[in-house]
């Protein structure tokens, strides 16, 4: 990891943001997961449940098969639904303790993200290692603000989940996950990266784009 510095909590004069802000840096927003959103969408309980479903499903349908009568096709699949609600209840729990221990903050200089339940670490990324940043919103009102970061600046995937892009592994984009009034969080960053870059603050963003809930702030380059 270069620019991006990764930095042990220390004693914080704002929540979420270690040490003291140097002078002529402002806070300009923050933000924290809604834990029920990043439950589905980065800890996968949604996916889990369909999973479990299918197996009690094919379990129930194997007993039946087997000459099993209802009620008793249904007992033999008691230990399998335990299991299952444990699991799920696992997830959300994990989902849960991560979002109220994860801050987001946008000052006029830097992205940090703060995270972790049992051992808070804080991720400090200045604009200049941020190339451009995207939205997308979801139905539920909650959207993610994925940060590409400008060559040669990286940071590791499995450091930084659940607060990255899903799937980009190769490239890791650090993102603000499942944050509430996405657009509103999205064009404050859009605005500072473009002062910061010297640049006219971008335009608000457009709506959503109705095929696939995509927005993309105007890209700030630092």
């Known amino acids: 990891m270069t620019a991006p510095a990764l930095l042990e909590h220390a004693r914080e004069e704002i929540r979420g943001i270690p040490g003291r802000l140097p002078e002529g840096e402002r806070l300009l927003w923050q933000g924290a997961p809604a834990w029920w959103p990043l ?3 980065a800890y996968r309980v949604r996916a889990a449940a369909i999973y479990f479903a299918i197996l009690t499903a094919f379990g129930f349908a194997a007993g ?19 299991l299952a609600l444990t699991a799920l209840g696992t997830l959300a729990l994990l989902a849960w303790l991560s979002a109220r221990a994860t801050v987001y903050s946008v000052t ?4 940090v993200i703060q995270g972790g339940a049992a051992l808070p670490v804080s991720v400090n990324l200045p604009f200049a ?3 451009a940043a995207a939205l997308r919103a979801h139905a539920d009102g909650t959207g993610d603000i994925a940060l590409s970061l400008a060559p040669p600046h990286r940071v590791s995937y499995l450091l930084m989940w659940p607060h990255v892009r899903p799937w980009h592994f ?3 984009q650090p993102s603000l996950r499942a944050i509430r009034a996405p657009a509103e969080a999205a064009q404050i960053l859009a605005r500072a990266l473009a002062a910061a ?3 006219p603050p971008p335009a ?3 709506p959503a784009d109705a095929r696939d809930g995509v927005r993309q702030p105007q890209p700030a380059v630092a």
């Open 39 to 41: 439950a589905l969408r």
């Open 170 to 172: 190769s490239a890791p």
């Open 197 to 199: 870059a010297g640049m």
């Open 64 to 82: 039946l098969r087997d000459g099993l009568a209802p009620a008793d096709a249904l007992h033999g699949l008691v230990p399998l639904v335990l």
């Open 108 to 111: 006029t200089r830097r992205v």
């Open 204 to 206: 608000a963003a457009e």
């Open 129 to 131: 290692a941020i190339a």
